[in-house]
């Protein structure tokens, strides 16, 4: 499979060499999600994805366009993401052995870092993000057909390739597994829940589009339902739990002056069910989920972390190394770290947490920026549907660590909500300051006499 790797790789490279920079990121995307990540090209001890290959090709096209260069200015979620690698290294480093540490990290970087910079390069109009969503979209929705196929009849379109998979030598190839009456679709991504993650990220991302498309929006609706099933496919209590999440927020657009009463509303709800059960409320929403025992497990999970599992390792983690937690949490031999945030304490410690937490305010930091600076309903929503899916994602966090393609997708978000208030700014003609259509002629006055510096609201 490394000759088919190698070949898809050459044919990808050879379309972002010759294509626009946001073309590239399509072929990216595309190739990131129907291409298993699990088929690489071993290289000494590393192994290449072919998105790993692809990424070093677009910042090679990057480098060779320096007008794209020039044009980045460093924010602070950027800074936040550099402290991250390096810290996460840092770290990594002094409870590792160095070599280990060093593949892993490296491979790390060419799937969250990379990605990040290579988007915050490249996407900085709204144009060039709606068309990237248009084509995230296109290639999607047969992608999320294929997983309800696999949901409903067991058979793995992909399953084949299984047996082939570099990160479990001694993989037996594809194994339906049942739940509810269906099966749990894994396609390309391996893991039934990075696979309907990945379809919950993008519903939210493409639900942006609705207020910018202005014929056939039936379509469109009928695509997000189509991404919606695709949710629903991996049988997973997490990706359907970013879906429940997701929908009310993104809601809640039309109705945001009352944002105050709907966030009372939920604390009011925890408040009385934490009264009604005799349970804490987190506990009594665990039996909402298909299966109460891994709900219960991951509330053990988040308690040995803070009761004492970290003691000693709070700075710098326990590395690659299994914590030892397993025995104590209803007898596993290892401990699944099954929650986004203990995942990089346990790793890194502080060090890596810190930072990674820094990402995450910050972006949110931009997301306002530019709501604040949208001038239309459309450009609003747009960046309402990027700040509603990083909330359903930050809550599933609590249930669900990324891996695979889904952490990549992650990444890639995080650079949207650094290039947000740039795509609002995109929406003006002049350099000289915001201008929405309702002061065009302010703007142009502005141009005209080279008046700089000057913001009309």
Not at 344 to 350: A, C, F, K, R, T
């Amino acid at each position: 499979m490394q000759y088919l790797t190698i070949l898809l790789a050459v044919m990808a490279a050879t379309g972002i060499l010759l294509s626009k920079p946001v073309v590239s990121l399509i072929i990216f995307l595309a190739t990131l999600i129907w291409y298993p990540y699990y088929l690489t090209v071993k290289i000494g001890p590393a192994n290449f994805s072919v998105s790993r290959i692809l990424i070093v090709v677009i910042f090679i096209k990057l480098f060779l366009s320096p007008g794209v260069l020039n044009r980045f200015k460093f924010e602070l979620i950027d800074k936040f993401a550099i402290a991250f690698a390096a810290l996460c290294l840092v770290a990594g480093l002094i409870t590792t052995e160095s070599g280990t540490m060093l593949v892993y990290w490296g491979g790390s970087i060419f799937d969250t870092i990379l990605p990040y910079f290579a988007v915050r390069l490249i996407l900085r109009t709204k144009e060039d993000y709606l068309r990237l969503l248009k084509w995230t979209m296109l290639v999607s929705i047969p992608f999320s057909l294929m997983a309800v196929y696999q949901s409903i009849t067991g058979d793995g379109p992909f399953g084949f390739l299984e047996a082939y998979n570099a990160f479990k030598p001694n993989s037996t190839g594809y194994t339906p597994i049942s739940r509810s009456g269906f099966y749990r679709a894994n396609l390309t991504f391996g893991v039934s829940i990075m696979l309907g993650l990945y379809f919950a990220i993008v519903l939210g991302w493409c639900a942006g589009l609705s207020k910018s498309i202005k014929s056939n929006q039936y379509l469109l609706y009928i695509g997000l339902v189509i991404l919606g099933l695709g949710v629903a496919a991996s049988m997973s209590s997490g990706p359907l739990t970013a879906l429940i999440i997701l929908i009310p927020v993104l809601i809640l657009f039309k109705y945001r002056q009352y944002w105050k009463l709907f966030v009372g509303t939920i604390l009011l709800g925890i408040f009385l069910l934490q009264i009604v059960s005799n349970t804490s409320w987190y506990e009594a929403l665990s039996r909402l989920t298909f299966s109460e025992d891994t709900a219960y497990y991951r509330i053990l999970l988040i308690r040995k972390a803070f009761g004492g599992g970290m003691a000693g390792h709070w700075l710098v983690g326990y590395g690659l190394a299994d914590p030892g937690w397993g025995p104590s949490l209803v007898g596993k031999e290892f401990a699944d770290l099954v929650n986004q945030y203990i995942e990089i304490l346990v790793m890194y410690g502080l060090l890596g947490l810190v930072p990674f937490l820094g990402m995450l305010v910050y972006a949110f930091v931009g997301l306002r920026e530019a709501f604040v600076k949208a001038g239309t309903e459309a450009e609003k929503w747009i960046v309402w549907t990027i700040m509603s899916t990083l909330i359903a994602l930050l809550v599933t966090f609590m249930s669900v660590s990324l891996f695979a393609q889904t952490r990549t997708v992650f990444f890639i978000l995080l650079a949207f909500c650094a290039n947000m208030s740039a795509f609002c700014d995109s929406t003006t003609a002049s350099p000289y300051g915001y201008c929405s259509s309702n002061n065009a002629l302010l703007c142009y006055s502005i141009k005209k006499n080279r008046i700089r510096g000057i913001t009309i609201m």
